[in-house]
């Protein structure tokens, strides 16, 4: 089993969608959790972080982390067609190991 | 100048070419990293350096290698690669070499292609 799994899509949605991302991984040691953003031909950007368990939002995003599941989501409300890009989840343990990331999600968001 | 600035963006190379890539950033960070970047795979962590010292070399082949003269910069020696090698390379910084609980500032890349 992969430490990380993430579908890697597509995913198409019209605009003004709600979109859900998700991982889910299997070491139940990592306490810290990413969202970042990458932009076709361009390098990832942290879009969220969050500490352990429970929810964060920030404008139209929203992480969640239950670690319980050792599942994560990434929802966008109202998606943009500038929402288009893809999406990579990213974890690890702390000072026990390196940050570990998906494949990454391609998003699409249709005007 | 500001972030994290990588050239060349694009590099077309043969197996028995030697080349670099570099990078160079300018947010006053600590550590730098490189990442491979492959469709359809995760991004791959291959050498950390903070304060210009390697701090991690994730089995990466002895034809990368690495070279960090001082904390801004950062160069991906490349000699004899094989077409696998062909792939996105990602530079990245952050404030110190604790990337696992701290934010990474990635570069656009270099668009490696090895015939």
């Known amino acids: 089993q992969k430490e990380v799994e993430q579908d890697p899509g597509p995913l198409s949605v019209p605009e003004g969608a709600i979109v859900s991302l998700n991982c889910t991984y299997s070491?139940?040691?990592?306490?810290?959790f990413m969202w970042y953003r990458q932009y076709s031909r361009k390098g990832p950007e942290l879009l969220m972080y969050t500490y352990s368990s429970g929810n964060k939002e920030d404008g139209r995003f929203t992480a969640q982390v239950d670690k319980s599941s050792k599942y994560i989501s990434l929802f966008i409300r109202d998606s943009q067609p500038s929402d288009s890009a893809t999406y990579l989840c990213?974890?690890?343990?702390?000072?026990?190991?390196?940050?570990?990331f998906g494949k990454g999600t391609k998003l699409s968001v249709k005007p | 100048e500001t972030g994290v600035t990588q050239t060349p963006r694009h590099l077309v190379m043969g197996m028995t070419n030697k080349k670099s890539l570099k990078c160079e950033q300018h947010?006053?960070?600590?550590?730098m990293y490189w990442y491979k970047q492959s469709a359809k795979k995760p991004l791959e962590l291959m050498f950390v350096y903070n304060f210009k010292e390697q701090t991690e070399n994730n089995s990466v082949p002895s034809r990368f290698s690495p070279e960090c003269p001082n904390s801004s910069h950062l160069f991906l020696h490349l000699h004899t690669l094989q077409p696998e090698d062909s792939a996105l390379y990602l530079c990245?910084?952050?404030?110190?070499?604790?990337?696992?609980?701290?934010?990474?500032?990635f570069g656009e890349g270099s668009r490696l292609t090895v015939l």
């Open positions: 947010l006053g960070h600590n550590a």
């Open positions: 070491n139940s040691a990592f306490q810290y």
């Open positions: 990245a910084s952050s404030r110190d070499g604790t990337s696992n609980t701290g934010e990474l500032f």
């Open positions: 990213a974890m690890s343990a702390g000072s026990q190991g390196n940050l570990i």
